[in-house]
């Protein structure tokens, strides 16, 4: 074998070394871009679950982070959901209005947490009163004037 052969086949060696390594360089780039995609799917999806009036009223009552198939997610929606039908305001109202309220109680040192708070409230609207149009702020009102907050 002369020279120019060898040189050959080891250009050709060499040139099949760099082939698998471009290929393999190229799946390991794909693998980490569709993991990263998979990533920032669950990131979205999480974000949304954040960004529900459900799931931070859930947060507060909590005091920390809850999973997004905590029950008191559901329970807070329900809520809102019926409280909703029964009151003129808005559901993030309703919320806020709710959250002000449960402030005011616990500065008064009442124990009760955000979520029974809601339930009591929600309670205190007979069903009857779907569609009557009330203002949830007067409700709230009259529970913390009953509950010995000015």
């Not at 905590?70 to 329970?75: C, F, V």
């Not at 029974?116 to 309670?123: A, N, R, S, T, V």
Request: net charge positive; with cysteine.
């Amino acid at each position: 074998m002369n020279r120019k052969d060898s040189s050959f086949e080891f250009l050709e060696v060499k040139l099949w070394h760099i082939l698998i390594a471009i290929v393999a360089l190229a799946i390991v780039i794909f693998v980490i871009v569709k993991a990263n995609e998979r990533s920032s799917q669950r990131t979205v999806a999480s974000s949304s679950n954040e960004q529900t009036l459900e799931y931070q009223l859930a947060v507060i009552n909590a005091v920390y982070r809850v999973p997004y198939s905590h029950p008191s997610i559901s329970k807070f929606r329900k809520l809102l959901d019926s409280i909703q039908r029964k009151c003129r305001n808005g559901r993030r109202e309703i919320g806020d209005m709710t959250v002000f309220a449960h402030k005011q109680l616990k500065e008064k040192s009442v124990r009760i947490t955000l979520l029974e708070l809601m339930e009591k409230l929600d309670y205190s609207i007979p069903s009857e009163a779907i569609g009557a149009n009330l203002d949830y702020a007067e409700i709230v009102a009259a529970y913390l004037t009953l509950m010995g907050v000015k």
